[in-house]
C-alpha cells in the first residue's frame, strides 16, 4: 500500500517562496520503475499537472511554473519536493503529490495511480 502525506503549504504574499514535502510510504521508492508528480486543483477548476520526476531524476514541468518551481526526491528518506519561487496569485490552489509504477515523467492525472490528501497554498497580491 503507497501513502502519501503532503506538508508545507500555507499562505504567503506574490513573489514570496514556499517549499511543499510528500513523504512517502517505503514501497513507493522500492518500485523499479517509478514517476512522482506534484498536481493542484482550483477552486472551480480541474487538476493539473505541476511537475514530475522519474527514479532516474529526470523531471518535467508544466509551462506556467517553468524556471519558478523545482521538484527533487531524496530517495534515502523516502521524500519528494516542490520548492515554489515568484509564487502569483494564480498559483492558489490545493496541491496534491501523486505516485505510480510507470516509466516516464507524465503529467496527466490519469496516470496516477497513488494520491496524498493535499496541501493548500493561498498567494496573495
Known amino acids: 500500500q503507497v501513502q502519501l502525506v503532503e506538508s508545507g503549504g500555507g499562505s504567503v504574499q506574490s513573489g514570496g517562496s514556499l517549499r511543499l514535502s510528500c513523504a512517502a510510504s517505503?514501497?513507493?521508492?522500492?518500485?523499479?520503475?517509478?514517476?512522482m508528480g506534484w498536481f493542484r486543483q482550483a477552486p472551480g477548476k480541474e487538476r493539473e499537472g505541476v511537475a514530475a520526476?522519474?527514479?532516474?531524476?529526470?523531471?518535467n514541468y508544466a509551462d506556467s511554473v517553468k524556471s519558478r518551481f523545482t521538484i527533487s526526491q531524496d530517495k534515502v528518506k523516502n521524500m519528494l519536493y516542490l520548492q515554489m519561487n515568484s509564487l502569483k496569485p494564480e498559483d492558489t490552489a490545493m496541491y496534491y503529490c501523486?505516485?505510480?509504477?510507470?516509466?516516464?515523467?507524465?503529467?496527466?492525472?490519469?496516470?496516477?495511480?497513488?494520491w496524498g490528501q493535499g496541501t493548500q497554498v493561498t498567494v496573495s497580491s
Open positions: 501523486a505516485a505510480d509504477s510507470a516509466v516516464d515523467c507524465s503529467l496527466s492525472e490519469s496516470h496516477y495511480q497513488y
Open positions: 517505503v514501497h513507493t521508492f522500492t518500485f523499479s520503475r517509478y514517476r
Open positions: 520526476i522519474d527514479e532516474d531524476f529526470i523531471t
